[in-house]
């Protein structure tokens, strides 16, 4: 897939409170999922850990990670503020203990 040169990427890792939680990793992923009804997304992929072997460069510690794809920066301080964005943080916030995100674009 090629992507856009100047677009916004948004790369979201989330640790869980109970990383044991099978229950709680897939109500997290249902509540990333809400996210793709904001019109600012252009796309939005939704991962776990892969096992592709340890390296000393490879952090597998996170539960569940987001990559959202917006044109620019405009339109991700667009998602920030939107509603569903904000009803998402306060119904599924208190199943992660941290949250560590990456925003790049391209040069």
């Not at 939005?44 to 096992?51: C, S």
């Not at 998402?88 to 995100?101: A, E, M």
Request: aromatic share 8%.
């Amino acid at each position: 897939m090629q992507l856009p040169a100047k677009c916004l990427v948004h790369h979201v890792l989330f640790w869980l409170r109970d990383p044991g939680s099978a229950e709680d990793r897939a109500a997290l992923i249902r509540g990333i999922e809400t996210l793709r009804a904001i019109e600012v997304v252009r796309a939005l992929h939704i991962g776990v850990p892969a096992a592709t072997g340890a390296r000393d460069v490879v952090d597998d510690t996170y539960s569940v990670s987001e990559l959202a794809l917006f044109e620019d920066a405009a339109a991700e301080a667009i998602y920030q503020d939107h509603p569903v964005h904000q009803a998402f943080i306060r119904d599924f916030g208190s199943l992660w203990s941290r949250v560590v995100v990456f925003d790049s674009v391209g040069d």
